[in-house]
């Protein structure tokens, strides 16, 4: 996966005066050091929190755990087999019950098989064998770099990446001198660009996927089927939560954003949005996560703090902490900054990204 962990044009708003690309990186071990100065499109380079998500948090695609993937990939799958550098056959039952050989050479032939993958018979173009892992190793290659280039390439860089910039600036063009209710300007975008940060790094997906999933799990236990074979259930993916993940990027990448507009259209409904600017002489930091929760309130993320730049943070709070007020530009103090730069630094994992070379003056 070759994507940046956060957008790069995100770090735009940290660049170095008189630089192009570059700001200065903080270890979270040593932040009372000087700051490396780096160009944030190799930001990947000096940091085990390393390009995006997909090399994070997810495990590597294995085309036996991902049959919710799979139904999403009949083009590609297509695609593979088109230039397949194999001969496979698979051994199934026909109408009559009886056993026929059937040649896997498209999508429907693959999924026809399927089940039986680790029966297939497989061999190369001269009628060598190759073990089916092989097989699998090959095809799992090919859809992780397929899958992976469509999220990358089609939503994260020539959809949140493209349009970020636009969006920030149009954030701040909006703030002004106005101290009265803060009007949001594409503010669907920055609630989607904050959403995606957050399904990643606080895996709201997975809190919100895994019930669903054990529900599944406990109607196939009242059909009667023994833990044994929920465990198998399990092991082939049907129960697995990354597949679903994976699928819901992949749809917003072909512009489905179904499921991802229900947490866009929830944060709108739950959030007011302030807009904060730092006084003179402070600046705001971020880092690798740079969505940070300042209050939970019975698990919910009552107050989020979200820096667009080294001079201007967005705050969500929740519409009940509000006393019913809109949102608002707020002119905040020294000490607030310093707060609100000290709960980003304790909850990223290891670097925070900064303007200027030194910080021990803003946490």
């Given at each position: 996966?070759?994507?940046?962990?956060?957008?790069?044009?995100?770090?735009?708003?940290?660049?170095?005066?008189?630089?192009?690309?570059?700001?200065?990186?903080?270890?979270?071990?040593?932040?009372?050091?000087?700051?490396?100065?780096?160009?944030?499109?190799?930001?990947?380079?000096?940091?085990?929190?390393?390009?995006?998500?997909?090399?994070?948090?997810?495990?590597?695609?294995?085309?036996?755990?991902?049959?919710?993937?799979?139904?999403?990939?009949?083009?590609?799958?297509?695609?593979?087999?088109?230039?397949?550098?194999?001969?496979?056959?698979?051994?199934?039952?026909?109408?009559?019950?009886?056993?026929?050989?059937?040649?896997?050479?498209?999508?429907?032939?693959?999924?026809?098989?399927?089940?039986?993958?680790?029966?297939?018979?497989?061999?190369?173009?001269?009628?060598?064998?190759?073990?089916?892992?092989?097989?699998?190793?090959?095809?799992?290659?090919?859809?992780?770099?397929?899958?992976?280039?469509?999220?990358?390439?089609?939503?994260?860089?020539?959809?949140?990446?493209?349009?970020?910039?636009?969006?920030?600036?149009?954030?701040?063009?909006?703030?002004?001198?106005?101290?009265?209710?803060?009007?949001?300007?594409?503010?669907?975008?920055?609630?989607?660009?904050?959403?995606?940060?957050?399904?990643?790094?606080?895996?709201?997906?997975?809190?919100?996927i895994m019930p669903i999933l054990s529900i599944f799990a406990n109607c196939f236990g009242a059909m009667g089927f023994k833990e044994s074979e929920l465990e198998t259930i399990k092991e082939n993916g049907v129960l697995a939560f990354e597949p679903y993940f994976y699928g819901v990027l992949l749809d917003a990448a072909r512009g489905n954003r179904g499921v991802i507009s229900k947490y866009v259209n929830n944060m709108n409904q739950s959030y007011i949005v302030d807009f904060l600017r730092v006084p003179a002489d402070m600046q705001f930091i971020t880092s690798t996560a740079p969505c940070v929760v300042s209050k939970e309130i019975a698990g919910f993320k009552a107050e989020i703090y979200f820096p667009i730049s080294s001079l201007f943070c967005i705050r969500f709070l929740a519409r009940n902490l509000a006393q019913n007020r809109d949102g608002k530009v707020f002119d905040i103090s020294n000490e607030k900054v310093r707060q609100i730069n000290n709960i980003i630094a304790s909850k990223t994992d290891n670097i925070v990204v900064s303007q200027s070379e030194y910080i021990s003056n803003f946490i």
């Open positions: 996966m070759k994507a940046h962990k956060v957008s790069a044009t995100y770090y735009d708003g940290w660049e170095i005066p008189g630089t192009k690309n570059h700001f200065y990186v903080f270890y979270k071990s040593d932040l009372g050091a000087k700051g490396i100065d780096v160009k944030y499109r190799d930001v990947k380079t000096i940091t085990p929190e390393r390009s995006f998500f997909m090399e994070e948090d997810f495990y590597y695609i294995d085309i036996c755990r991902i049959p919710s993937l799979i139904y999403k990939l009949e083009k590609e799958i297509n695609d593979y087999f088109a230039t397949v550098k194999y001969n496979i056959t698979c051994s199934i039952k026909n109408e009559d019950g009886e056993i026929e050989e059937k040649r896997v050479s498209d999508y429907d032939s693959f999924m026809c098989c399927y089940d039986e993958i680790n029966k297939w018979t497989v061999t190369n173009l001269n009628g060598n064998s190759i073990s089916v892992e092989e097989f699998k190793f090959d095809i799992n290659s090919y859809i992780f770099q397929v899958v992976g280039k469509i999220i990358e390439e089609d939503y994260f860089a020539n959809y949140l990446e493209n349009n970020w910039s636009t969006t920030r600036n149009g954030l701040i063009r909006a703030a002004g001198n106005n101290m009265d209710d803060y009007y949001v300007p594409d503010k669907m975008f920055l609630l989607e660009f904050v959403i995606v940060q957050n399904l990643r790094l606080n895996n709201v997906m997975k809190k919100d």
